[in-house]
């Protein structure tokens, strides 16, 4: 089992930036692949960026290419989604979640990630 909490959610202008910080317990973090996705309201879940477990590699859904980094700290059991220029409708619930596949790709899709977080809310105004 591994425990996933979301944290730096909150409310922004457009243009700025926010940090989200995802704190892992339990089974080794650094075996997981790690993932952020989020939920807008009315919205199905969405895939947003992924990091190997190595965090040698990287992916990130095409609206946020540019604008978003993910990172991790293996030593501090934590996975970050730097989020700059952010825009309204980057406005959702965002969740954390962790893969525990092996090898060297990384997924986009839900089902293919085992455990999730609470979520936290970020919402940017106009």
């Known amino acids: 089992q591994v425990q996933l909490v979301e944290s730096g959610g909150g409310l922004v202008q457009a243009g700025g930036s926010l940090r989200l910080s995802c704190a892992a317990s339990?089974?080794?973090?650094?075996?997981?692949?790690m993932g952020w996705f989020r939920q807008a309201p009315g919205k199905e879940r969405e895939f947003v960026a992924a990091?190997?477990?190595?965090?040698?590699?990287?992916y990130y859904a095409d609206s946020v290419k540019g604008r978003f980094t993910i990172s991790r700290d293996n030593a501090q059991n934590t996975v970050y989604l730097q989020m700059n220029s952010l825009k309204p409708e980057d406005t959702a619930v965002y969740y954390c979640?962790?893969?525990?596949?092996?090898?060297?790709?990384?997924?986009?899709?839900?089902?293919?990630?085992?455990?999730w977080g609470q979520g936290t809310q970020v919402t940017v105004s106009s």
């Open positions: 979640a962790a893969d525990s596949s092996t090898g060297w790709g990384l997924s986009s899709e839900t089902h293919e990630y085992e455990y």
């Open positions: 339990g089974r080794t973090f650094s075996g997981y692949h």
């Open positions: 990091i190997h477990w190595s965090g040698g590699k990287t």
